[in-house]
């Protein structure tokens, strides 16, 4: 069955980094484009980032534009999320996802992990 297991969050600095990995299984992990999202607790879920099957077309949240670089290795079936200047507003649980189909665009996310929490003190 399809597995998304999050890992690399943690607790840091305003201005700190920290890189989130994402390990897939289950499935033919080349075949499908992977996001990143975020959640905060009475609020919405926001996409900070996306990323197509083979790398080639990324998309990012324009709160995270700049400081935040998404990425997959499909020889590993892991993907990763880059945080740099981090600041508080992004603290929230990351969550790794699949979308349903190669890219980000016109497909939805269909499986997702457990979440890794990244808080960022003041």
């Known amino acids: 069955q399809v597995q998304l297991v999050e890992s690399g969050g943690g607790l840091v600095q305003a201005g700190g980094s920290l890189r989130l990995s994402c390990a897939a299984s289950?499935?033919?992990?080349?075949?499908?484009?992977m996001g990143w999202y975020r959640q905060v607790p009475g609020k919405g879920r926001e996409t900070v980032a996306a990323?197509?099957?083979?790398?080639?077309?990324?998309y990012y949240a324009d709160s995270v534009k700049g400081r935040f670089t998404i990425s997959r290795d499909n020889a590993k079936n892991t993907v990763y999320l880059q945080m740099n200047s981090l600041n508080p507003e992004d603290t929230a649980v990351y969550y790794c996802?699949?979308?349903?189909?190669?890219?980000?665009?016109?497909?939805?996310?269909?499986?997702w992990g457990r979440g890794t929490q990244v808080t960022v003190s003041s």
């Open positions: 990323i197509s099957w083979n790398g080639a077309y990324t």
């Open positions: 289950g499935y033919t992990f080349s075949s499908h484009a």
């Open positions: 996802a699949r979308r349903s189909g190669s890219y980000y665009e016109g497909y939805e996310y269909d499986y």
